[in-house]
């Protein structure tokens, strides 16, 4: 019975990944590959662009505290990237990273700086980053992201305007 249902279903799901899949690469293609840097005096105005991502006062303090308890000289960046899966067909990945590609677009705030990748940052622009502590979890999330058009309630994941 279990088997059947996988059957009728993973045509579904190979069809959404590939469509994803397709999305991400023809985002590729149509943008461009300048390096964008956000200066820490135009990010903490309050006149920032909408296509900017923002980090949360929470978002910022954390990052701090990371980058204080590293004995590494190079300060720790915050990646966010989108890759297909999840729930909703894409999802937000976020990790620390010491260095940028030249490929990526770098936003700063009270000098913690978020790094997103050009493929990335067309499904990304105007989101604002929280960090988040609960009972059973705590994480660095994207709160509202104007690209989405749905999403899981976990917010890990989201489905994008077409």
Do not use: W
Not at 129 to 135: G, P, S
């Amino acid at each position: 019975m279990s088997k059947s249902l996988i059957q009728r279903i993973s045509p579904f799901f190979i069809a959404r990944i590939k469509q994803n899949h397709k999305l991400l690469r023809s985002s590729f293609y149509s943008s461009s590959s300048a390096l964008y840097e956000a200066s820490s005096e135009s990010s903490e105005s309050p006149y920032l662009p909408l296509d900017a991502i923002h980090m949360t006062d929470n978002c910022v303090k954390r990052m701090k505290e990371l980058q204080a308890s590293e004995e590494s000289p190079k300060k720790k960046m915050l990646r966010l990237s989108v890759e297909t899966g999840g729930c909703s067909g894409f999802q937000y990945m976020f990790d620390l990273d010491c260095k940028t590609d030249p490929d990526d677009r770098v936003f700063e705030r009270e000098g913690v700086k978020l790094v997103v990748d050009n493929i990335s940052y067309d499904f990304v622009k105007g989101v604002t980053i929280d960090y988040v502590e609960e009972l059973i979890h705590s994480a660095f999330l994207v709160t509202t992201n104007p690209s989405a058009v749905g999403g899981c309630s976990c917010q890990s994941s989201f489905m994008v305007k077409q």
